[in-house]
């Protein structure tokens, strides 16, 4: 049996709830934009090098890097 190395969770402001989505090495979020009909897509991949976050736009990727560049990111940008 795999190992569980991510659990997922989705949450709306329609009290819509997913909660423990198993995935052993990678999972994403995919939202429908019907403002832009694009895609936004968030992916988390457990590697054996460390957890890397990828965001991208349809099959356009925007950033890819380790979980750790993703929060210094998100630290640079306040």
């Not at 997922?8 to 990678?26: M, N, Q, V």
């Not at 991949?45 to 998100?74: P, R």
């Amino acid at each position: 049996m795999s190992k569980i190395r991510i659990t997922g969770e989705f949450r709306t402001d329609y009290d819509t709830e997913l909660t423990g989505a198993p995935s052993e090495r990678w999972a994403e979020a995919v939202f429908l934009l019907s403002e832009s009909n694009e895609e936004l897509v968030f992916e988390v991949s457990v590697e054996d090098s460390g957890t890397v976050v990828g965001i991208m736009i349809g099959e356009d990727t925007k950033w890819k890097g380790t979980l750790s560049g993703f929060k210094k990111m998100l630290q640079e940008a306040k």
